[in-house]
């Protein structure tokens, strides 16, 4: 079996943190141009550095998405950013413009060629033709069906990377530009506005008219997809939060290693749809994977929403010989509240939170209120730096 | 210039009007590989007597798609070119050294001058994006290293999804079914034009693009026309006289407004 990795977004150098941490394999980023979320804070080049550093000491990779449909104006600066990545030691680029793909090869970039899934390759012909540009991976479309996914290893031979996880577009990937339309923003260089999820009327009708996807979530199809050639698991999402990110990953990652290792049951399945539904706010569900998606993979009217406030906080510090934990707050929470913590090394563990309450000046205090204040408190499980405490999760 | 107009035939009884007023080149949106137009049979195209006919392939292929388009391209007898969107078919092409012309013709890519050229070094033709100002395409225009192809007239391709959203709507509310429909944001107010069949969904722009400014750029092999959801009459009215004033229905696209794409730019 090929190696199968797990692939994070990540807004900026802590998130990187945090999902490599959390059982991340490769991280994908954007630099502050050419990629495809202009209006994130991304990463600078120094950041960029600072990434693959702590990446590859964790003998993990770091890809840069170079993905925007290039307007001349664009391609001012652009060969020095690539060599400049390229000398940092990032591992691949995600690229969909023709162009990029060229000055990699002019440029004798030693880094990787992936296929963004903006170039919207859904057959071995397409792929074929980027396997001869000197691409070693393609993302292929969201709307690849699993017959598709493995006609084209069968063809083609390319590692390639599928969406597991996070929001849909309702158009093929770089086939829209309703947001040039409604908002002047080119969605093709990042500016999208999410048009799509706006809601319209429509002719000779008093309902509302929704082209809203729910999310995709692949949880149930994992063995399959690795059957049928999936090398690498891409979890949408360089805008979300550090929450978001450690509990998708923390998800998937022993999803996956239990598909590997064949201890996978429906219970921990459900278990693990319950946390991941939970946490992104949204309803998500398998999209093109076994069919053409319906009504029933769209919102309409309203949409079933959850508590977001489940995350309460990040261990900063946590001291051995006291057992006191040091926490960043990031929700409400007082004493006697029922908490789990989980973390890279620490599985789920329920922990009640004491009577003895401290804020950072060790005032003794009975709730957490204020958001990123700092807390103390003893607590008899062994945690570490970066550790997370949420409501307790209970299905 | 009426030579040089490629125009998507939309409904064949309407044929000889365009032809009275000069247009000799037609293209056919091939039955079972688009989405967004009136489609053709190749029966149906044989049968149409026009000289110059090009076939139309504009939806994104799924492997199936891509063994069913290689088993028909022998047929393509009497046919001068494929635009496709799809590189699949710019490969399949390729491999069996297919002798007609081939333009590319991807919505929203090919926006700057080195991507075409880099395209025209293996095609004959490539379709301009249509979200470009004035200045963008008269620079693309005036560099490339071959003839191009530029957006003149018609509806503008805005969005293209593999979902059915206008049969899924209407499922949803148990309603008769209908495969065209304008849909206007409750809050902006813009509007777009649904048009569906089997293989998805185009949202078409809320107004008709006229790219008469784009008439005196250099290196231009076609205009292309899209006569889909246009009201005849209109239409023969730009192609009798392509400078007259803009009508109500009709606007100038992108060619005076430039996008934006990071916040702090406005």
């Known amino acids: 079996m090929e190696r199968i990795e797990l692939l994070a977004p990540s807004g900026n150098l802590e998130r990187l943190k945090i999902a490599l941490l959390y059982g991340a394999d490769a991280v994908y980023i954007g630099g502050q141009d050419y990629s495809l979320r202009a209006n994130a804070k991304n990463f600078s080049i120094d950041d960029i550095r600072e990434a693959v550093s702590f990446a590859h000491n964790?003998?993990?990779?770091?890809?840069?998405?170079?993905?925007?449909?290039?307007?001349?104006?664009?391609?001012?600066?652009?060969?020095?950013?690539?060599?400049?990545?390229?000398?940092?030691?990032?591992?691949?680029?995600?690229?969909?413009?023709?162009?990029?793909?060229?000055?990699?090869?002019?440029?004798?970039?030693?880094?990787?060629?992936?296929?963004?899934?903006?170039?919207?390759?859904?057959?071995?012909?397409?792929?074929?033709?980027?396997?001869?540009?000197?691409?070693?991976?393609?993302?292929?479309?969201?709307?690849?069906?699993?017959?598709?996914?493995?006609?084209?290893?069968?063809?083609?031979?390319?590692?390639?990377?599928?969406?597991?996880?996070?929001?849909?577009?309702?158009?093929?990937?770089?086939?829209?530009?309703?947001?040039?339309?409604?908002?002047?923003?080119?969605?093709?260089?990042?500016?999208?506005?999410?048009?799509?999820?706006?809601?319209?009327?429509?002719?000779?009708?008093?309902?509302?008219?929704?082209?809203?996807?729910?999310?995709?979530?692949?949880?149930?199809?994992?063995?399959?997809?690795?059957?049928?050639?999936?090398?690498?698991?891409?979890?949408?999402?360089?805008?979300?939060?550090?929450?978001?990110?450690?509990?998708?990953?923390?998800?998937?990652?022993?999803?996956?290693?239990?598909?590997?290792?064949?201890?996978?049951?429906?219970?921990y399945t459900d278990y693990s749809l319950k946390i991941l539904n939970r946490c992104a706010n949204r309803d998500s569900v398998e999209q093109f994977f076994n069919k053409i998606p319906s009504n029933k993979e769209q919102y309409f009217l309203g949409r079933d929403e959850e508590s977001n406030k489940d995350f309460l906080g990040i261990v900063l510090d946590y001291n051995k010989d006291n057992n006191m934990v040091t926490l960043e707050q990031r929700n409400y929470f007082k004493t006697g509240d029922v908490v789990e913590f989980f973390g890279p090394n620490l599985e789920p563990t329920s922990f009640i939170i004491p009577d003895e309450l401290y804020d950072e000046k060790e005032n003794l205090i009975d709730v957490a209120r204020h958001p990123k204040m700092i807390v103390r408190f003893k607590c008899p499980i062994t945690l570490r730096k970066d550790d997370m405490m949420r409501v307790e999760l209970k299905f | 210039m009426i030579s040089k107009i490629l125009l998507v035939l939309d409904n064949p009884l309407y044929l000889n009007d365009y032809r009275k007023v000069g247009v000799t080149t037609f293209l056919f949106p091939l039955k079972g590989f688009c989405v967004g137009y009136r489609e053709y049979s190749l029966d149906e195209i044989n049968k149409i007597d026009v000289s110059n006919k090009y076939l139309l392939v504009n939806r994104v292929l799924d492997c199936k798609d891509i063994d069913a388009f290689k088993k028909i391209i022998a047929n393509f007898q009497g046919i001068k070119g494929i635009l496709f969107e799809d590189?699949?078919?710019?490969?399949?092409?390729?491999?069996?050294?297919?002798?007609?012309?081939?333009?590319?013709?991807?919505?929203?890519?090919?926006?700057?001058?080195?991507?075409?050229?880099?395209?025209?070094?293996?095609?004959?033709?490539?379709?301009?994006?249509?979200?470009?100002?004035?200045?963008?395409?008269?620079?693309?225009?005036?560099?490339?290293?071959?003839?191009?192809?530029?957006?003149?007239?018609?509806?503008?391709?805005?969005?293209?999804?593999?979902?059915?959203?206008?049969?899924?709507?209407?499922?949803?509310?148990?309603?008769?079914k209908h495969d065209k429909r304008v849909i206007e944001d409750k809050a902006t107010h813009v509007k777009f034009r649904a048009y569906e069949n089997e293989y998805g969904t185009v949202m078409y722009s809320e107004k008709i693009f006229n790219g008469h400014k784009l008439l005196n750029l250099d290196n231009v092999k076609y205009f292309y026309v899209n006569s889909t959801l246009i009201n005849h009459d209109l239409l023969m009215s730009f192609l009798k006289d392509v400078n007259r004033p803009l009508d109500n229905e009709e606007d100038d696209g992108f060619l005076e407004k430039e996008t934006i794409y990071k916040l702090k730019e406005r």
């Not at chain 1, 690539?82 to 690229?95: N, P, R, Y």
């Not at chain 1, 990699?104 to 792929?127: P, R």
């Not at chain 1, 849909?168 to 530009?177: A, K, L, N, Q």
């Not at chain 2, 200045?135 to 593999?162: D, F």
């Open chain 1, 58 to 267: 964790l003998h993990k990779r770091v890809y840069v998405t170079v993905n925007i449909v290039f307007h001349d104006s664009n391609l001012a600066g652009l060969k020095e950013y690539m060599l400049t990545l390229d000398e940092i030691g990032v591992d691949a680029f995600i690229v969909s413009d023709v162009i990029v793909m060229q000055l990699m090869k002019e440029l004798s970039i030693k880094a990787e060629l992936h296929v963004s899934t903006q170039a919207s390759s859904l057959n071995y012909e397409a792929v074929n033709f980027y396997k001869d540009l000197g691409a070693t991976r393609v993302v292929l479309a969201r709307e690849a069906h699993k017959s598709d996914i493995l006609r084209i290893k069968e063809e083609t031979g390319l590692e390639l990377e599928c969406f597991v996880h996070g929001a849909m577009c309702t158009s093929i990937s770089g086939r829209c530009v309703l947001s040039n339309y409604a908002t002047l923003r080119d969605s093709n260089r990042g500016g999208c506005a999410q048009v799509c999820r706006f809601v319209f009327d429509i002719e000779d009708s008093n309902q509302v008219f929704s082209m809203t996807p729910k999310d995709l979530n692949m949880v149930s199809v994992l063995e399959e997809m690795i059957k049928v050639g999936v090398n690498s698991f891409k979890v949408e999402g360089r805008m979300r939060s550090v929450y978001y990110i450690a509990t998708v990953i923390y998800t998937y990652r022993r999803l996956i290693d239990r598909v590997l290792n064949h201890n996978i049951d429906s219970k």
């Open chain 2, 87 to 176: 590189i699949g078919v710019y490969q399949s092409l390729k491999n069996v050294n297919y002798s007609g012309e081939m333009i590319l013709f991807q919505n929203h890519f090919n926006c700057n001058q080195k991507s075409i050229d880099f395209w025209l070094d293996r095609v004959n033709s490539v379709v301009v994006s249509n979200e470009l100002t004035y200045k963008e395409l008269e620079y693309i225009a005036s560099n490339v290293k071959g003839e191009i192809v530029l957006h003149l007239y018609g509806y503008n391709q805005v969005m293209y999804s593999r979902r059915k959203l206008l049969t899924n709507f209407y499922n949803e509310f148990e309603l008769d």
